[in-house]
Each structure stands twice: as C-alpha cells, then as structure tokens.
C-alpha cells in the first residue's frame, strides 16, 4: 500500500510540475491572459504625491447603467441598468450616476473588497475608456471619506443594523474645474448634496411592518483628506502574480484528486478554492472541457457548503444549484455576461449571487440586470 501511495504522489508531483511549465510557457509566447494587465490589481510603477491614489473607472459620470470590473477576469461588464426611483415624500427623481465611480486598484480589505472610489472631474475621459473597454488607472486627488452604509436585510431600524461602506472622494487634477480642490470642504454646498442624495436612495426602500418605506443605503456625513489617508492604511496590496500562480497550481492540484473528492465529504469548507474561485480566472486551465466540467461542479459545491450552508456532496451539488433556480430566495447561479454589453464583447463565465435589484422601481420602467439578462446553468461554448 505504501509503495503504491508514493507512485500516486510521484505521478502527481510531475503532473503539477508539467502543469507549471505549461503554464509558464504559455505566459511567455502570449497566449490568453499572458500580456493583459487586469485592472483591478495592476498598479504602474509611479510614485505617487502625498494625498494621490490611483483611480480605476467602472461606472463614469452620468450613466444609467451599473457597470463593475469582475475581479477574477479583469473584464469590466454592465451588470444592470439603473430603473428610475422616486424618493418617497419628494418629486425628486433618481436615474444616473452623479459622478464618476470606481475602484483602487490592488487595495484590498481584509473581506476582499477593493477600495470603493467617488471621484469628481474628468468625465468624457472616463466615459470614454468605458464605451471603448480601454481601463487604465488614473491618478487622482484624495479630497475625503464618504461616509456610507449599508442596509443588507432591513429594515434597520438602529445605528447597529448598518453595515460600513465607506467610498474615499477624490479629484481629477487634470480637469481645471476641480484644481484647486484639495478638500471635500471647498466643494459647492450643491455637489456633496447632490452625492448624499444618489447614494442614500440608488438601491431604493423596502417597507417596514408599519407600512412606511427605509432607505438600504445612507450617507451620514463626509471626513477630511487626513482622515482617508487613515482609513486607507487599513488595506493591503496584494501581490497578483504570486496569488495567480498559487491558485492556478491549486486548481491543477484539485482536479488530479477528483476521484477522492467525488466520495469524500470535506469535514471543513475549502475556503481556499473560493478566494482563488473570487479572485483568480486562469484561461489555460479552462480550454479544457473536462477542467472546465469539474471546477463548475467543484464550485457549486463550495458556494453552496459555505454561502447557503446546505450539506450536499460533490456529486449531486450542480442538481442542487440546478433545484435553486426556482427558488425566490438568493441564491448561486451559473452566469454568462457579455463584455462591457450583451453581443459586443467576450463571454465570462461564473457563479454569482443573485438579488432582487428592482425594489423600488417603476413597473413600466426597464428591470434591472438579474430580470433580464440571460442566466445559463453549466454551459460551455
């Protein structure tokens, strides 16, 4: 028994080995993934002036639609289409982004999250490199912290129910209108009224017992520039090339040992799977349709073990994603996008959490993303 585990462990010792080389081949004659830089992680090598961060675009100025920047891909993609929503009590409509929106890029909290960003100026720029699908990060001006917070099941009734999501403010130095902004305190009264209103009603209300409508979204206030430099040292920079190669090696790793993992119940959710599933797409792995087969039923059974936290084994947990579809409640679903709008760029594939995105508008207006957009269960084009 011994001698026939160590020939096991040989043959897949130089399997991982081989998978390494290729992969590193591949990286080097260009082939997919070896010279695109995903924005979400890549930062130029430029040292930057105190109070300056890099800025990556995801939605510009004046959109309706909701665009993101899928972390594991790079790929930005229109996830939904803002519908116009009334705030209850007022005439006043909202439709559209009142600024450009984005991330920074690298920056990490320790959940994962990139930092969110809120930057004023530069709007055809912006606008521009998201209908082209040309991002590249910008240098941009700290000028403070929005204060926002999120409301996940509601309504939230006391300050302990909300959950932080602050966005830092920033300028576009290179627009003359913001060059002399240096603070959120030399903004127009107008503006920081106008943010405060799109981000404490652009997801909508949902209705308590009483019948009245609370807001999901809030912003309670802004901080100084000082302050978000302080907030800023909360998050990390990851290190991409070295995160890529350890979960493309786990990937490779997991699939050799399919056959244990087909009979075996995991006493412990492999948490490592679904951060590298998060953050890591890696092209040549997924050429392969036997791969691809087996790390779509792998991460149903991951998603479901540690998100919706339902016992299922390996073998069944694409019919129980397969059960789920019907279901009202959220849930993990199979998704194909198209990038950055349906027919006019590349496919992506993966599992996202669906969520009820048209609380709130009206009835004979667009539905948003999840209502509309086609959602595929274990297809492979």
């Known amino acids: 028994m011994q001698s026939k585990n160590k020939f096991y462990s040989l043959i897949g010792l130089l399997f991982l080995s081989s998978?390494?080389?290729?992969?590193?081949?591949?990286?080097?004659?260009?082939?997919?993934?070896?010279?695109k830089k995903n924005p979400v992680f890549f930062i130029p090598e430029k040292i930057l002036g105190k109070s300056e961060i890099y800025f990556t675009v995801?939605?510009?100025?004046?959109?309706?639609?909701?665009?993101e920047l899928r972390t594991a891909t790079g790929q930005i993609i229109n996830d939904r289409r803002l519908c116009p929503r009334k705030i209850p009590g007022t005439h006043q409509i909202i439709e559209q982004f009142p600024s450009n929106y984005g991330i920074s890029p690298g920056r990490f909290s320790q959940d994962?999250?990139?930092?969110?960003?809120?930057?004023l100026g530069g709007d055809e720029k912006y606008r521009s490199m998201v209908e082209k699908n040309q991002v590249t990060p910008q240098i941009v001006r700290i000028i403070g912290i929005m204060k926002m917070?999120?409301?996940?099941?509601?309504?939230?009734?006391?300050d302990k129910e909300w959950f932080?999501?602050?966005k830092v403010l920033a300028i576009d130095p290179?627009?003359?209108?913001?060059?002399?902004?240096?603070?959120?305190?030399?903004?127009?009264?107008?503006?920081?009224?106008?943010?405060?209103l799109f981000w404490s009603n652009y997801k909508g209300y949902k209705t308590g017992k009483d019948g009245k409508p609370y807001p999901i979204t809030r912003v309670t206030g802004y901080l100084t520039e000082k302050q978000a430099t302080l907030f800023l040292q909360k998050f990390k920079i990851v290190d991409r090339q070295k995160e890529f190669m350890s979960c493309a090696q786990y990937f490779q790793k997991l699939l050799f040992n399919k056959n244990t993992l087909a009979h075996f119940d995991y006493p412990k959710p492999d948490k490592k799977f679904v951060h590298c599933l998060n953050q890591?797409?890696?092209?040549?792995?997924?050429?392969s349709r036997y791969n691809y087969d087996f790390f779509m039923e792998y991460s149903a059974y991951q998603l479901i073990r540690i998100k919706l936290k339902h016992l299922v084994k390996f073998d069944n947990a694409l019919s129980y994603m397969h059960h789920l579809k019907n279901q009202n409640s959220p849930h993990y679903r199979f998704v194909s996008y198209d990038s950055p709008s349906p027919g006019t760029g590349n496919a992506i594939f993966e599992w996202v959490k669906t969520k009820n995105r048209n609380r709130g508008c009206n009835e004979n207006k667009t539905q948003q993303h999840y209502s509309k957009r086609p959602l595929v269960d274990h297809e492979y084009e």
Not at 280 to 287: A, E, G, N
Request: aromatic share 12%.
């Open 19 to 35: 998978c390494a080389n290729n992969f590193h081949s591949i990286m080097r004659k260009g082939g997919p993934g070896a010279d």
């Open 58 to 67: 995801e939605i510009p100025k004046g959109s309706r639609d909701k665009y």
């Open 112 to 119: 994962g999250d990139p930092i969110d960003m809120v930057v």
């Open 149 to 158: 917070s999120g409301c996940d099941k509601g309504p939230c009734l006391n």
């Open 164 to 166: 932080q999501d602050w």
């Open 174 to 196: 290179s627009d003359k209108i913001y060059a002399n902004v240096f603070s959120y305190l030399d903004l127009k009264p107008t503006i920081l009224k106008q943010l405060t």
């Open 280 to 287: 890591i797409w890696f092209p040549p792995f997924f050429m």
